[in-house]
């Protein structure tokens, strides 16, 4: 029969309640700010520092007074206008707006359904 040792190492870093590692304040700013001047996607900067990537979404649209998606759209409601003839000035255009206050505009319904399928992507 073994024996089995285990030992607790206190590092200092505050976990919250359930055991996530939280980063200080400052060491946040400091990596807003290491991204800001990087170049990079927020997938690659977050790749390369070693941090899970929708910690640091959160991270930056919090600091960008938005709030992050929590998955994709599950409903969003559709104003489509009434058909009219098309005249000769070809002005028509569709428009949706997404619960985000994002809005859509395209000329054809397959050219807004192409927009709607890119946002989910």
Do not use: C
């Amino acid at each position: 029969m073994s024996e089995t040792v285990t030992e607790v190492v206190e590092t200092g870093e505050k976990r919250d309640a359930r055991g996530r590692r939280m980063a200080p304040k400052l060491r946040r700013a400091a990596m807003l700010a290491a991204y800001e001047g990087s170049g990079l996607t927020m997938s690659a900067f977050a790749r390369r520092e070693g941090i899970k990537y929708g910690t640091f979404t959160g991270w930056v649209y919090k600091a960008q007074g938005k709030v992050a998606a929590k998955g994709p759209i599950r409903f969003a409601e559709v104003a489509m206008p009434v058909p009219n003839p098309p005249h000769a000035g070809g002005g028509e255009s569709l428009e949706v707006k997404l619960p985000d206050g994002t809005v859509l505009r395209a000329g054809r319904v397959a050219d807004l359904v192409m927009l709607v399928r890119a946002l989910r992507s």
